[in-house]
């Protein structure tokens, strides 16, 4: 007798790990550009963070009977996206609190991997930020942990530099565009160089894992009010290049707002999407009490996926396309 | 020339043809054979015969009853055993012929001689009739009467004629040899469809992986109008009548309706290349070429092989050791079905067996759906897998309503590409099975 089974008899070599590998190799070199600029305090909080997320999602996964599921490598991803979101000088204890935020109520509590509304990373970074925000905004220099330099200093993130800059001044006086494109610049371990994120990106495409509507039409959709804005106030704390390269705006767009299962299906729910985030992160930095907004933007258009994903259907063959 | 492509979905697949350039070889002639009465969508044929009667090859064994059904003729000469009913394999009884060989008698009325005959004399009902009399089907897997096919209903117009040369399942190449070693015949064949439908657009549509089916094709129209090749792109499933509609002419066939609304008629090589034996040759359709390969078949092949023959016969002749084997599918990979035993024989439809290995045999388990799309941007017909799985998960039949999963044409893309190796292609058809169902 031989086997009798429904169709399709082969399926593709594709499989969520492969998929999460391939997600972290592309977070590699941001995570690379983290240990050279903020050094070996950076590996104690991705540690830490990866540690602490993996250890949730098995225990919690035991506990709910999700079953174990921590060898599908998504639980690592939050967890470096996590650490990549903090600054590098947080405390151990605040990143396992956030770790279990992410994972045990914005993960676990919604029904484990697919589930979930809100980005866990996001979610996590969100809570802290709120919780202890002190730490969480407590930005050193560069190479301040180097392996060789203790000397430690503190320096203030090109966002909270611009939006106190007095009209006239410019943040370039301040900051090169070079130095914010590195990353050679103040902020969280995973957001300041913009260069690693690109390499991240091009990964990602390479490898088909994400289109790039996402992050395209996200950083588009800012870039456009930013400008319309720099060109009515002329006021340079409007400067498009700067605000795209510093802050959150690289990480959240390629690797935070593309999460397939807290971003809409289709190409043109993407586009909604994107371009939500997008101007929502450009009416928080431009208008809100924060210096930053993506964290917020994403989370928030999270919450609009699933009416996105009713508007936004696929066009079925046949239908008539008007 | 610029290739083509249908405009929604698709996905790269291996192609695994290893035996496309293995020329067609005419299979051992079997001691026995079972020719089934329905090998055609429709009713099945009046059997014509009795336990007894000496038959030669090409004997009208059942003949077609009704409009939508086919003649059905002996494939070897002996004498008729048994009429009795078989299991096909995937579970059905089906009523057969059987038949034990004596010889290899023709009828007479065939014309067997390699000479190409190249002048349509008939008129268009003329051949409609002949069509109909050899019994000829879709032979790319539907088997639908082919004269029928051809008859356009009162008020429809045809001004499309495709020939569809895809043959998008991997592993299988016995249209593209066909091509190779038949390509004048097919292009005849063509003139006599054109012929019948009164038009002079005729359209051979060839994937980019056959460069020299293309070829010779291509070298050959030149030489007769109203016919002419159309490489495509190498994605599955161009092969797919809506998709190689819409890729060759633009159209979308509407839900629910048929090619000819739009004014396309298409046909698959085999079937034209049937269409030139019967007209040209009086050769009625008794054997038809086919594919033995797969992933552990380091013997793949092309068989020229008479309808009846088993299965076991011919895979026997393929020495293949049936020890390795976990799965054994008619047709293709993709969309062919499975047979648990070997008993039953080859028919009109079968294109291919496929053999795999027992490694790959077994369906791998499914994980989570992490929502990635990959589903939905691989269906060639625009669908949500993901969200039909769901509503069939809840029985929500107006959700399923919705998502018009009735327009799903079963190609398999979607569970193909799940990462989480979710049967998404199971769901869908049961969310049609619940739709049909009032």
């Known amino acids: ?322 | 020339m610029k290739t083509k492509t249908f405009s929604i979905g698709g996905i790269h697949i291996s192609k695994h043809k290893s035996s496309a350039q293995i020329p067609v070889e005419e299979l051992a002639l079997p001691d026995i054979v079972h020719i089934p009465v329905k090998q055609h969508i429709g009713t099945p044929a009046k059997i014509k015969v009795k336990i007894g009667d000496k038959v030669k090859v090409g004997t009208l064994l059942a003949e077609a009853d009704g409009i939508i059904s086919a003649n059905v003729f002996s494939s070897i000469s002996g004498e008729v055993k048994k009429i009795e009913e078989i299991n096909d394999g995937k579970g059905w009884l089906v009523t057969v012929i059987t038949i034990e060989r004596e010889g290899d008698e023709f009828e007479p009325y065939m014309d067997l001689s390699d000479d190409l005959m190249t002048d349509i004399s008939d008129d268009k009902e003329a051949l409609r009739q002949v069509i109909r009399s050899a019994g000829i089907v879709g032979m790319g897997g539907a088997g639908f009467p082919t004269a029928v096919k051809t008859s356009i209903p009162e008020g429809k117009k045809a001004d499309t004629l495709i020939i569809n040369g895809i043959e998008c399942e991997p592993y299988l190449t016995a249209d593209s040899r066909l091509m190779e070693e038949k390509a004048e015949q097919i292009i005849i064949g063509v003139r006599i469809l054109n012929k019948i439908l009164g038009i002079q657009n005729a359209i051979i549509a060839i994937d980019e992986n056959k460069p020299r089916a293309i070829a010779k094709l291509t070298q050959i129209t030149k030489r007769y109008v109203g016919v002419n090749v159309r490489v495509c792109k190498s994605i599955y499933p161009q092969g797919g009548e809506k998709q190689l509609i819409n890729t060759i002419t633009e159209r979308e066939v509407p839900s629910g309706m048929l090619p000819i609304d739009v004014g396309c008629v298409v046909q698959n090589v085999a079937t034209v290349y049937a269409i030139y034996e019967a007209v040209q040759k009086h050769i009625p359709l008794f054997r038809r070429i086919l594919t033995v390969s797969g992933d552990m078949n380091d013997n793949p092949r092309n068989y020229l092989v008479r309808v009846g023959t088993p299965i076991s016969f011919v895979l026997k002749q393929n020495k293949v050791d049936m020890e390795k084997v976990g799965k054994v599918i008619i047709g293709g990979p993709m969309m062919g079905q499975t047979i648990a035993a070997l008993d039953a024989p080859v028919t009109k439809m079968t294109s291919g067996i496929i053999l795999l290995s027992k490694e790959t045999s077994d369906k791998p388990e499914s994980t989570s759906c992490i929502r990635c799309g990959k589903c939905v941007d691989a269906c060639p017909m625009g669908l949500m897998p993901l969200n039909i799985r769901q509503a069939v998960n809840e029985n929500n039949k107006e959700e399923l309503r919705l998502l018009h999963v009735q327009d799903c044409v079963q190609c398999g893309s979607c569970s193909f590409v799940c990462p989480a190796k979710i049967p998404l292609l199971d769901f869908c058809k049961i969310g049609k099975f619940e739709l049909s169902r009032k």
């Open chain 1, 1 to 322: 007798m031989y086997k009798i089974s429904t169709t399709p008899h082969i399926n593709s070599k594709q499989t969520t790990q492969k998929i999460m590998r391939d997600v972290i190799v592309a977070l590699s070199p941001a995570i690379f550009s983290a240990l050279v600029i903020f050094g070996y305090r950076a590996l104690i909080v991705l540690i830490t963070s990866i540690t602490s997320c993996v250890f949730f999602e098995y225990v919690i996964g035991k506990k709910l009977k999700l079953g174990n599921t921590t060898n599908d490598l998504s639980a690592v991803i939050t967890g470096i996206l996590l650490a990549l979101n903090l600054p590098a000088t947080m405390p151990i204890w605040m990143i396992i609190i956030g770790s279990f935020m992410a994972i045990g109520v914005a993960k676990m509590a919604f029904g484990g991997i697919g589930k979930n509304i809100f980005n866990p990373a996001l979610v996590g970074r969100v809570f802290l930020f709120i919780s202890f925000p002190v730490q969480m905004t407590y930005w050193i220099k560069p190479h301040s942990f180097d392996f060789f330099n203790i000397d430690a200093g503190t320096a203030a993130t090109p966002l909270k530099t611009m939006k106190n800059l007095d009209i006239g001044e410019s943040l370039s006086s301040l900051t090169s565009y070079w130095d914010l494109f590195i990353g050679n610049i103040g902020g969280s371990m995973g957001e300041t160089s913009a260069l690693a994120i690109l390499i991240g990106f091009v990964w990602l495409l390479k490898q088909h894992i994400i289109r790039w509507h996402i992050p395209v039409y996200f950083v588009g959709s800012f870039a456009i009010c930013m400008m319309i804005t720099h060109w009515i106030t002329g006021n340079s704390q409007y400067d498009v290049l700067a605000h795209i390269l510093s802050g959150g705006l690289m990480l959240g767009a390629v690797f935070m707002a593309t999460d397939y299962t807290t971003s809409p299906m289709t190409k043109k729910g993407k586009i909604v999407f994107a371009v939500g985030c997008g101007v929502l992160t450009y009416i928080i930095r431009v208008f809100g009490s924060y210096p930053e907004g993506v964290s917020f933007a994403i989370l928030i258009m999270n919450a609009w996926v699933p009416l996105i994903d009713k508007y936004c259907p696929q066009y079925v063959y046949g239908t008539g396309r008007k």
